[in-house]
């Protein structure tokens, strides 16, 4: 009977031995599966992330660019509808004046040679605007979405600003809505935003 103890126990702790590798090889592969896992789960977690992220900023920018352009041709149609009458030219410009692009931005045109025609700023009414930033780009643009900064004279710094532009041929100016950078988070499509997210 002790001999049987002995090899009993002897057995038994034989099989404990020969366990212990079997467990540490179980936990060493659940925690390797468990660090792979958690690896790819980060990552999948990180792309879709700034897959997120890259949708929202490029409907962010679409929004932008359409708003801004919806203003532009908004403009250009009351300006043509005035067909080059001179009289109706400056009611219409009244008209656009008195309308804001966003919370803060305003209308306005400047001539083939860079010459601004009306802007909110009479300071800047005659002055050509040719040789700097956004004169210069638009001249050579003519059409389209352009992000710069701008100082007016009643500013104490240069302010960020998009615009949107357009050539009209009556009269022969570019036709520009603009606003500020910092307003733009009020302009933005936020319900398609909400979908894009969800």
Known sequence: P??????????????????????ILTFA????????????LDEQIVSGSMAIHDTIRVQF???????????????VDILEAA?????RISEALGHLASVTVGDSGYYYGLDTDGTLRFHPDPNLIG???????????QLTMRYGYLEYDWQNTFETSLQ?????????????????????????????DIESIKRIVD
Do not use: C
């Open 61 to 75: 920018d679409n929004s932008i660019r359409a708003y801004l352009r919806s203003k532009t041709e908004a403009a």
């Open 2 to 23: 002790g001999h049987q103890r002995s090899l009993s126990s002897q057995f038994r702790r034989m099989a404990l031995l020969a366990t212990i590798p079997f467990v």
């Open 29 to 40: 592969s659940n925690l390797t599966t468990y660090l792979l896992s958690r690896r790819t």
């Open 127 to 137: 002055v050509s605007i040719a040789d700097e930033t956004p004169g210069r780009e």
């Open 160 to 188: 960020a600003k998009a615009l949107y532009m357009q050539e009209i041929q009556n009269p022969n100016w570019i036709i520009t809505a603009t606003s500020y950078r910092r307003d733009f988070a009020r302009m933005v």
């Open 83 to 87: 067909g080059g009458d001179p009289q």
